[in-house]
């Protein structure tokens, strides 16, 4: 989790929420994202989504069975979507998004039996310092 904090404050020098993705297999961190939004007017690039495409092309296809992702918030509808499809066996999140969460707060998509895949949930590691960052970035921003 601390690697994906390292890319939050990426995205945090950039302008951009703060919210960093690191890819795990093997226990070796093969991927890495952070949120590249607003820097390149793309809403499909949250920091796990870019995590997921770096994983697939170094693994050179799709499947990320046996990997692990680690993201500093909870994932949205959409990348716990992505998750689903990309077979990603276990997620391991910080701070909770009750406003958006797709993996316990408002759903969880990746828990859901109706799917062909479904990923294991580890909740609030390092969760005051994912919280904390985000709120410093939305204080300095308002």
Not at 34 to 42: F, P
Not at 69 to 89: D, F, H, K
Request: hydrophobic share 40%; net charge negative.
């Amino acid at each position: 989790m601390e690697q994906a904090l390292e890319e939050a404050q990426k995205a945090y020098d950039m302008g951009e929420v703060p919210i960093g993705a690191v890819i795990v297999k093997d226990g070796i961190i093969i991927a890495r994202g952070h949120n590249l939004r607003e820097t390149y007017k793309d809403p499909t690039l949250h920091a796990e989504m870019v995590a997921i495409r770096e994983a697939a092309e170094k693994l050179g296809g799709w499947r990320l069975s046996g990997c692990e992702l680690y993201v500093t918030l909870e994932p949205c509808p959409m990348c716990a979507g992505a998750i689903i499809q990309s077979r990603i066996e276990r997620v391991i999140f910080g701070a909770m998004d009750p406003k958006g969460g797709c993996a316990g707060s408002l759903y969880n998509l990746l828990a859901d039996s109706r799917f062909n895949h479904r990923a294991e949930v580890v909740s609030g590691v390092m969760e005051e310092e994912c919280r904390r960052i985000i709120q410093i970035f939305f204080k300095a921003k308002r």
